[in-house]
């Protein structure tokens, strides 16, 4: 790991509260309260009422595209139903395998990563630091890939006459997806083992698999060396079963699931024998898409599961270099739009009320549940590597993929994966050309004036990672309720074998509160041989727009019934942007740094759709806790002339360094340097960060990682 040189200095600008109004696709709505200056107005929208694909000429991350929320179903839903839940684990059929709060996390395509995580090991991102901080402190730590198409043709070098750790070279790209030859240096690992000394990351890496005669082992050796235990293994193929006709055009036509097999035999080989790889077992495979390769035992079905592969044998084979099985599964794709050939594009109106249901979530999983039974009988994780909304490959949904609608679907799959025994995915982001992004950086030339813009899903990390906790024993059900009604989701989560938390889900979007529901919660009981074991108070975290009311089932005269709400709300399923958690908010376009802008609003009464409640009393005793995770101020911006902009009243009163001092406290930008060693100490756990500074309101640290 590169070391770090810090500066320290201080400002003293009070963090001024106000109330904002912020316009969404329903007019103005107000965020109150918020800091001052944060939240740029948001222009009003109306929504789009023509038929066919989406049609912005802009980045596609940043569109305007907003859609008309379904209609509600006819006959609607029972508003007032009954969830009854044993308390203890014994007593339930069909819990999950144990889960950890890790669940969901994050692939980052290779090409992107010098726009997301930092430009090199000296100069990390703030607000991707604050994000991956925000997810740490509910579950412990957060997975993050590095890899994709582009991993498949990257190759290491040396060092760049520019001095950059990566570049792109599009032209020798020769397949649909565009996709571009990487070149990198060790200083991409160094940037993510600096990130792993500040935020417990921790990393997977892929193995280019373009040419398996001549394997490229570097990244695998390198990050081995550098990322130490901060590494959770390597990918091996980036969807193999598109490599021949059915996609990118890697390999011949013919290529099948015996043909991977016998690369995956090359890459065995050659892993062995390499003695700079001492971890034999980390290897990742086979990530297929699914759907494509014949399987050998039936060759007339192409399965979506990954049965192609495991059919071969290929995990009893090969399991002395297996870590984890894994797919890569997106809900649609909106290919026809962005690469016009035999098909025509989907109709952009029809494409967001299919995702307002509990169906996707069954039928996503429903392809990978025999995988997720062999896992287990294995011994192997299941990972789903890639996922979104919609192909990474072609750019998502406009309206739909970066939408609240987005939000609620992921949750609502996230927790389906969950309780079908997956054990992981990701969340892929992409660059600036995408809407499906979890979290997306401003635009190079435009970072000195702009901040991040957060995607809907990334709250949905948030909200699962927060349902599953850190103790790594959360056993996940569907429970169905509402006799089964697709719109009315609910799961219990057991910790340690208690009920602990339990989430309620409304797809319904009804701004005249005709939908809401009272769902009445009976926990234990005779039915379930166990005492009633309602509590006195439950304490509530929720998601959504249309409304849902809990009523503990239990008499008046025996407790309170009184619940701590914190609301995760926007206007309408088709928003965009004005979306606040318990009164907070990442912000909106071009506003996010990574921390909550506003005072967290904690308060009683029923609470919005997709409920998180918490029921145990030690999921209480969390739910009461305060923030606790040590995020970062200000934004870095890479234009790094005439940028720092520091508030005159602070350089007046400022004593800064006395001139005796001055040298001595210089530190070196050459490693092994005189200077490079001085100065240095290992962050604590309040310390900012902050690698160019704009306008700083708090403490702040600026920080070098030599």
Not at 290 to 309: I, T, Y
Not at 398 to 419: E, I, K, N, R, T
Not at 544 to 568: C, I, K, N, Q, W
Request: hydrophobic content about 40%; some cysteine.
């Amino acid at each position: 790991m590169h070391p770090l040189l810090l500066t320290t200095f201080f400002t003293l600008l009070p963090a001024v509260l106000a109330e904002v109004t912020v316009y969404g696709v329903f007019g103005s709505t107000t965020a109150t309260p918020a800091h001052s200056g944060a939240d740029a107005p948001i222009p009003t929208t109306s929504y789009v009422t023509t038929h066919g694909p989406a049609r912005w000429t802009g980045l596609a991350a940043y569109n305007d595209i907003y859609l008309p929320p379904p209609p509600l179903p006819s006959p609607a839903p029972a508003s007032t139903f009954p969830i009854s839940v044993p308390r203890g684990a014994a007593n339930v059929n069909g819990l999950s395998i144990p889960q950890a709060g890790t669940f969901f996390g994050f692939s980052i395509e290779m090409s992107v990563a010098t726009q997301l995580i930092g430009t090199n090991s000296s100069h990390l991102f703030v607000p991707f630091l604050n994000l991956m901080a925000l997810m740490v402190e509910r579950a412990g730590a957060v997975h993050v890939r590095v890899g994709g198409n582009t991993q498949e043709t990257a190759f290491m070098v040396d060092s760049f006459p520019d001095g950059r750790i990566m570049e792109k070279n599009k032209e020798d790209a020769s397949n649909p997806t565009s996709t571009p030859v990487l070149a990198f240096t060790a200083d991409l690992i160094y940037m993510l083992s600096n990130v792993s000394s500040l935020v417990n990351v921790k990393w997977y890496l892929g193995v280019p698999f373009n040419d398996t005669n001549h394997l490229r082992l570097e990244i695998a050796e390198r990050g081995e060396e550098i990322l130490g235990d901060n590494l959770l293994g390597f990918q091996a193929g980036n969807e193999p079963d598109l490599y021949g006709a059915n996609g990118h055009g890697h390999r011949p036509p013919t290529y099948g699931p015996w043909d991977y097999f016998g690369e995956f035999a090359q890459l065995t080989q050659a892993y062995g024998n390499d003695t700079k790889i001492t971890k034999k077992k980390t290897l990742i495979a086979p990530s297929t898409q699914g759907g494509n390769w014949p399987d050998p035992l039936n060759p007339n079905s192409r399965p979506l599961g990954a049965e192609p592969v495991w059919n071969t044998g290929f995990v009893q084979i090969y399991d002395e270099y297996l870590a984890a099985l894994a797919v890569e599964h997106y809900s649609n794709e909106n290919c026809a739009d962005i690469f016009p050939g035999d098909r025509e594009p989907q109709d952009l109106l029809t494409v967001l009320a299919p995702y307002l249901t509990h169906k996707p979530g069954l039928g996503l999983v429903q392809p990978h549940l025999n995988s997720t039974m062999l896992a287990q009988a294995w011994g192997k994780p299941f990972l789903v590597f890639e996922t979104n909304t919609a192909s990474s490959s072609c750019g998502g949904f406009p309206g739909v993929s970066d939408a609240f609608a987005s939000a609620l679907w992921a949750l609502d799959y996230g927790l389906q994966m969950a309780h079908s025994n997956f054990t992981g995915a990701l969340f892929h982001a992409g660059g600036q050309n995408v809407t499906y992004n979890p979290f997306t950086a401003a635009p190079t030339n435009e970072s000195s004036f702009h901040q991040w813009t957060i995607g809907p899903i990334y709250y949905s990390a948030l909200v699962v990672a927060e349902a599953l906790g850190s103790t790594n024993t959360s056993r996940v059900k569907d429970l169905l309720p509402n006799n089964g009604n697709e719109f009315t989701p609910a799961y219990s989560i057991y910790e340690n074998d208690q009920l602990a938390r339990m989430v309620l889900i409304n797809f319904l979007d009804d701004p005249t509160g005709a939908h809401d529901y009272v769902a009445m919660i009976n926990v234990g009981g005779q039915q379930f041989g166990e005492a009633n074991a309602v509590p006195a108070q439950v304490k509530v975290k929720s998601e959504s727009r249309g409304f849902v009311s809990m009523a503990l089932a239990r008499p008046r005269a025996e407790g309170s019934h009184h619940t701590a709400d914190r609301y995760l709300l926007a206007p309408t399923m088709s928003e965009k942007q004005n979306i606040t958690w318990a009164g907070q908010t990442l912000g909106g376009r071009f506003q996010v740094d990574g921390r909550w802008k506003g005072t967290e609003d904690v308060k009683t009464g029923a609470a919005p759709g997709a409920a998180l409640v918490f029921i145990s009393d030690a999921a209480q005793e969390q739910a009461a806790a305060p923030e606790s995770a040590s995020t970062y101020p200000t934004t870095v911006v890479t234009k790094t002339a005439n940028t720092v902009s520091v508030d005159p009243a602070v350089v007046a009163t400022s004593n800064g360094n006395s001139g005796k001092d001055r040298g001595s406290n210089r530190g070196g930008t050459s490693q092994g340097g005189t200077n490079a060693a001085r100065g240095m100490r290992a962050l604590d756990a309040g310390s900012a960060l902050v690698a160019v500074l704009g306008g700083v309101q708090a403490i702040a640290l600026s920080v070098a990682l030599l």
